[in-house]
């Protein structure tokens, strides 16, 4: 049985989370397992569909596994990154129409989510700050431990299975 996370999230947080998960979605190969080069089987692809519906809501709720909970966490330093540069990135742009970000679609979503943005790019750098803080009340450091635990079990499973020694006579 897999664990499960559920996050009670107000609206402001839901969006910020929506965000972060636009911004890892964008980046090809973000749901790429490393061990085995497949694609996660349930990794934050599944997050849109459960928490598009509940954006305008007073507050989401969502339930996350350990892994989508540690693709979320990586989800949102990666989006703290592009929102703190976001400002000198919409300077360099100008008038010019240039995308303020190397994630596609991100600058649309981010106006999207918070249109206070489009008439101040510098908000980008508040919104950087509140996703850091949420980023901490992530129930990380279990999701982490869960994974390992899960892993380790795994490896236990794996040796204690005989493999055919074709060399050897019974």
Do not use: C, N
């Not at 954006?55 to 989508?68: C, F, G, N, V």
């Not at 995308?99 to 106006?111: H, I, W, Y």
């Amino acid at each position: 049985m897999t664990a499960r996370f559920s996050l009670r999230l107000p609206q402001r947080q839901a969006r910020l989370v929506a965000l972060a998960v636009h911004y890892h979605l964008a980046r090809p190969g973000s749901e790429l397992d490393r061990a085995t080069l497949q694609e996660y089987e349930h990794g934050l692809a599944e997050v849109p569909a459960a928490l598009e519906p509940q954006l305008d809501a007073e507050s989401a709720t969502l339930e996350l596994s350990s892994l989508q909970v540690t693709l979320l966490a990586t989800a949102m330093s990666s989006a703290v990154s592009e929102l703190k540069m976001y400002s000198v990135f919409d300077t360099m742009a100008g008038e010019s129409g240039r995308p303020r970000s190397t994630a596609a679609g991100f600058d649309e979503r981010l106006r999207e989510l918070f249109p206070e943005v489009a008439a101040e790019p510098a908000a980008a750098d508040a919104l950087a700050e509140e996703m850091t803080l949420l980023r901490r009340e992530l129930p990380l450091a279990r999701a982490r431990e869960l994974i390992e635990r899960a892993r380790i079990a795994e490896e236990g499973a794996q040796a204690g299975k005989k493999r055919w020694r074709f060399w050897r006579r019974s």
